[in-house]
């Protein structure tokens, strides 16, 4: 097997490095990120973008990536408790 050199970490690699983990941290979350954050599957949050429960995030516009921002993850969580709630009323008011 044939083992190959690790490239030395310069200053501008590292340099390099932090500026696209900064930039990457401004961008916001990638659908992923958002549905771990939300306590849910990444495909249940498509699901609900795609049948217009939540809004759709803005597109990364270098890779077409949803993303969102923190905002946008607290939106959804305060409509998912909305949800949440009116299902266990209806059945609460079904039960009286």
Excluded: C
């Amino acid at each position: 097997m044939k083992k190959y050199k690790r490239q030395k970490e310069t200053p501008a690699i590292l340099a390099g490095r932090i500026k696209q983990q900064q930039a990457r941290a401004d961008s916001g979350l990638t659908m992923t990120e958002a549905a771990k954050t939300l306590g849910i599957h990444r495909d249940t949050l498509k699901r609900w973008i795609k049948e217009g429960k939540i809004p759709d995030a803005r597109r990364n516009s270098r890779n077409s990536y949803r993303m969102f921002t923190q905002e946008d993850v607290d939106k959804i969580r305060i409509l998912m408790q909305q949800r949440k709630g009116m299902a266990i009323n209806d059945e609460m008011d079904g039960r009286g």
